[in-house]
């Protein structure tokens, strides 16, 4: 069953550009290049709202998630997950033939172009990640220009120690005046209650939905945890 997990705030340190934490097309690193043409280029530009300074963050060389461009005008991504208040979906886990455990992740697949309603940092937030910097003692910290990059493609494998497992039950507070209760992970759901400010609930699973992370509370609910890079409640996923 795919699971979610998030970053610890260790060991992703870098002096200039985001943290990343590559993905590799086997159990060995390396093997990470995706050529994209000009159509996915603009499709990335759209992810970013058409902003210049967050694409120079995308096609500088190995500043963030590309080489640069080839002699084809092809731009050189490369496929990376960025830790920070990042999330991504472990499809399966699986042992290496050295007993290194991996896990399995499907980005965004590339059959056709897709467009940035369907795939946004909001509404698939496990898909399209937001690039942090990380300081020596390990803290996250969003880019000046804030710049999001997906990961396209299927089939990519990570190293399950660079994740953090979700623990369930997990209690949260709620720090909005009345957070409602959905019967869906979706705001244009039905309403089936509410929760008042400083309110604790538990939440025994996650899962992405329209507007962004959302949690399942013991009665069967959804509350949203974090709706368009806000959280709404104590937890900072």
Request: glycine share 8%; net charge positive; charged share 15%.
């Amino acid at each position: 069953m795919p699971e979610y997990y998030q970053f610890p705030p260790t060991t992703f340190y870098r002096s200039t550009g985001p943290g990343t934490q590559p993905l590799s097309r086997n159990t060995k690193m390396g093997d990470n290049i995706v050529l994209l043409p000009k159509p996915w280029v603009d499709f990335i530009s759209a992810v970013n709202n058409g902003n210049k300074i967050a694409m120079r963050n995308i096609v500088a060389p190995d500043y963030g998630p590309s080489k640069g461009y080839n002699s084809n005008g092809l731009l050189k991504y490369i496929s990376l997950t960025y830790p920070g208040r990042n999330i991504v979906k472990i499809e399966r886990v699986l042992y290496s033939n050295i007993g290194q455990l991996w896990g399995v992740i499907d980005g965004i697949p590339m059959d056709k172009i897709p467009t940035s309603v369907t795939y946004n940092a909001f509404d698939t937030p496990h898909l399209v990640h937001q690039l942090y910097g990380v300081s020596k003692k390990g803290t996250f910290f969003p880019l000046k220009n804030i710049t999001y990059a997906p990961i396209l493609g299927l089939n990519w494998y990570i190293p399950m120690q660079f994740l953090q497992k979700i623990i369930y039950p997990k209690t949260v507070t709620v720090n909005l005046p009345v957070l409602k209760v959905m019967k869906s992970p979706d705001p244009l759901s039905l309403q089936v209650g509410s929760l008042d400010f400083n309110s604790k609930i538990a939440v025994i699973k996650i899962e992405t939905g329209n507007g962004g992370i959302w949690g399942q509370t013991p009665d069967g609910g959804w509350i949203s945890l974090r709706y368009q890079d806000t959280n709404y409640t104590d937890w900072q996923i």
